[in-house]
């Protein structure tokens, strides 16, 4: 239902628009004054448009679209008297979407609000398109994590804002282990499996202020800010815990198969530059390996 609220201190004018836009699919309330205006939207919420005269007793209609455009998500169309083109200007950069000169014709003000809909609508349906390709372009799909495009970005802004803050940051990299047997034995959708799995344990172990990424093919990092080495172990544990007591199951077999991965640890240092930090945490993962696998190196 579109809701339209129209403001104006002419009596016959308010209720001649309110009966005239008071159509099918339109929920049309009118009031007299800005500030009536403003009590409207506070009490019954939100409207689509509001449809305001400039002139009014106390507070004006370019106040009143001041305040509109300031606090709600609702287009507005001003409607005045005074032809001179200054009004309309002033309309337009105080954030109205259309203005109407009075006396307008009913079928000229139910074109306008109808085009000043219609953008609206594209606006939305823009914004909404826009949010979700940005979560795509973020987002890895097999595991649902980030990728690790954003995990280029992420580190970036974490490595800047310790410089500025100087609060430990750790990052955590997690390989899981003879993952191309488990491929090559089980199949590779069984394979695919494991990581699903792997993203949900990885974001019911993090923190709120932590976030994690599938880096490669079976590789994930962590980023934890606000943490230090010691306290990002605490998150690998429980990963790997979590990992114990999941049971994996590849279609065929009847015991289950265990899952394990090796775990770098490392906390961000003074000045150093990004690729060495991660390449520190390869490093310490790369040890976990060496030392037989399911292991955490910090
Ligand atoms: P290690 O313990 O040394 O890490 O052994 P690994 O077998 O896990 O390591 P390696 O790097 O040799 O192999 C990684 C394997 O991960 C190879 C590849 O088939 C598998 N892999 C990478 N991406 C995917 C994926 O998206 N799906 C599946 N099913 N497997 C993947
Ligand atoms: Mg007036
Ligand atoms: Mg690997
Ligand atoms: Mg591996």
């Known amino acids: 239902m579109t809701r339209i609220l129209v403001v104006d201190d002419d009596n016959a004018i308010r ?24 009590e409207h939207l506070q009490t019954f919420g939100p409207v689509d448009v509001v449809i305001t005269d400039i002139m009014m007793e106390g507070m004006s209609g370019l106040e009143l679209t001041d305040y509109i455009r300031n606090n709600y998500d609702t287009d507005v169309i001003i409607m005045t008297g005074y032809s001179a083109e200054y009004s309309y200007e002033e309309a337009i950069r105080r954030g109205a979407s259309d203005i109407l000169f009075k006396p307008a014709r009913f079928e000229e003000i139910l074109l306008r609000l109808k085009r000043v809909l219609r953008e609206r609508k594209l606006t939305h349906e823009r914004e909404v398109m826009l949010a979700k390709l940005q979560e795509l372009s973020i987002t890895d799909e097999l595991t649902g994590l980030y990728n690790s495009r954003h995990f280029h970005a992420r580190i970036a802004k974490e490595a800047e804002r310790f410089r500025r803050n100087h609060h430990p940051l750790s990052l955590l990299l997690l390989d899981i ?22 993203g949900d344990i990885i974001r019911n172990s993090l923190r709120s202020m932590d976030s994690a990424y599938r880096y490669g093919g079976e590789e994930f ?3 934890l800010p606000e943490t230090d080495a010691e306290e990002a172990l605490v998150v690998a544990h429980r990963i790997q815990e979590s990992l114990l007591s999941a049971q994996f199951f590849p279609a065929g077999t009847s015991e289950p198969v265990p899952i ?4 770098g640890i490392t906390e961000y240092m003074e000045e150093e530059a990004v690729v060495t930090f991660i390449q520190r945490a390869d490093m310490a993962m790369y040890c976990s390996k060496n030392n037989g696998r399911n292991q955490i190196t910090s």
């Open 15 to 38: 209720s001649a628009m309110e009966a005239y836009i008071n159509m099918d699919g339109f929920q049309t309330a009118s009031v007299a004054s800005a500030e009536e205006a403003i």
């Open 177 to 198: 282990d003879h993952f191309k047997t488990y491929n090559d034995t089980y199949g590779h959708l069984e394979g695919d499996q494991v990581l699903m799995r792997m």
């Open 221 to 223: 990092t962590i980023l």
């Open 260 to 263: 394990t991965v090796s775990v």
